[in-house]
């Protein structure tokens, strides 16, 4: 697995958008046909998620550890374009589509590490909740601002 940015990004640093992590269709995630489940899909997005939020200094274990909250998720809305075979080498995009109240939007897509074939798209919303009570909280200004380098308009072409 590889990504494009670098371990704790800063506003500062340039990062290359969408963020890329590469990752191979497993054998857990096919089928008998050798085509990737429909839910293995999923997969390849918490695998770009969890190493978006590593780049921008984060983990899920850190946001509870220093801010005391969880990040569960409210919506998922994925779309397949194209089916993807075992053992082909996909790369899957991510980007903060958007930062408000106590919700973060993040879109992202599945295509092919040549980039000639797009397998999926999806759009998912995080809730800040406290991780004591549940209670939905606004996104902390540290967590915007370490994401903030992440961040493309919700109709920015990959």
Known sequence: MSSSASP??????A?????????????EDVDLAGIM????????????????LRAA????VTIVDRLGMWLPRRVLHLEYHAPALFDAELEARLWI??????????????WSA???T????????LVCVDA???AKRPVPDELARALAPFRMDAGTET
């Open 15 to 27: 990062v290359s958008l969408p963020f890329r992590v590469r990752e191979r269709v497993r054998w």
């Open 8 to 13: 704790a990004a800063s506003p500062h640093e």
């Open 114 to 116: 040549d980039a000639v």
């Open 132 to 134: 004591t009570s549940g």
């Open 37 to 52: 489940r429909y839910s293995a899909y999923t997969r390849f997005h918490d695998v770009v998620e969890a190493e978006l």
């Open 118 to 125: 797009r397998h999926a798209s999806w759009h998912l919303v």
């Open 97 to 110: 589509a958007s930062i408000g109240g106590p919700s973060l939007a993040l879109a992202g897509e599945l």
């Open 57 to 60: 200094g984060w983990t899920a």
